[in-house]
């Protein structure tokens, strides 16, 4: 049996479905912005793309901690 996805990651099937956008296409999107803090990301993704708080604060926190995992 699998387990069920936990944090960040089990908001991805939604905001795909809702937004059209393959996740990964989401994180290029963060990675290729100037911005760099948190919020200022999750604020950017809202106003410039429409997502509300709770996806934009998943791909940003996921896409945060990735990158600081390298």
């Keep these: 049996m699998t387990e ?5 990651a089990s908001y991805f099937p939604s905001i795909e479905k809702k937004h059209g956008r393959p996740i ?3 994180k290029d999107l963060i990675r ?4 760099t ?3 200022e990301l999750v604020s950017w993704l809202k106003e410039e793309h429409g ?19 390298e």
Excluded: F, I, R
């Excluded at 997502?51 to 995992?69: I, P, Q, R």
């Design 37 to 39: 803090k948190h919020m």
């Design 32 to 35: 290729s912005s100037p911005l």
């Design 24 to 26: 990964p296409e989401w």
């Design 4 to 8: 069920a996805v936990k944090g960040p």
């Design 51 to 69: 997502l509300g708080h709770g996806h934009a604060n998943a791909l940003v926190a996921h896409t945060l901690a990735e990158d600081s995992a």
